[in-house]
């Protein structure tokens, strides 16, 4: 069973920066699409950014321009840069992968933007 462990989250003021970083258990980077996804209190969890096996890259509006998901296949680990936090971006934020059934979610990184 592939294990997916999220980090980097924490406080940020809005207009900050963090990077989340995603690593699993197996080489599964290689062999699906995998996405970041993000719910906040009292809303259903939304996939946010993708990553197709091809490295193209799709995002909701709400973050296009401002966040940049990445995989870095020889270390294993999936990233997502995010510039420009604004306060709507407080979320926990998940990563696993997309446009199929997704794996066992992990415990996710909590981000959030307040000043």
């Known amino acids: 069973q592939v294990q997916l462990v999220e980090s980097g989250g924490g406080l940020v003021q809005p207009g900050g920066s963090l990077r989340l970083s995603c690593a699993a258990s197996a080489s599964i980077f290689r062999l699906y699409a995998m996405g970041w996804y993000r719910q906040a209190p009292g809303k259903q969890r939304e996939l946010v950014a993708a990553?197709?096996?091809?490295?193209?890259?799709s995002y909701v509006p709400s973050v296009k321009g401002r966040f940049a998901i990445s995989i870095d296949n020889a270390e294993n680990t999936m990233y997502l840069q995010m510039n420009s936090l604004k306060p709507e971006d407080t979320a926990l934020y998940y990563c696993?992968?997309?446009?199929?059934?997704?794996?066992?979610w992990g415990q996710g990184t909590q981000v959030t933007v307040s000043s």
């Open positions: 990553i197709a096996k091809t490295g193209s890259t």
């Open positions: 696993n992968v997309a446009a199929r059934e997704p794996l066992v």
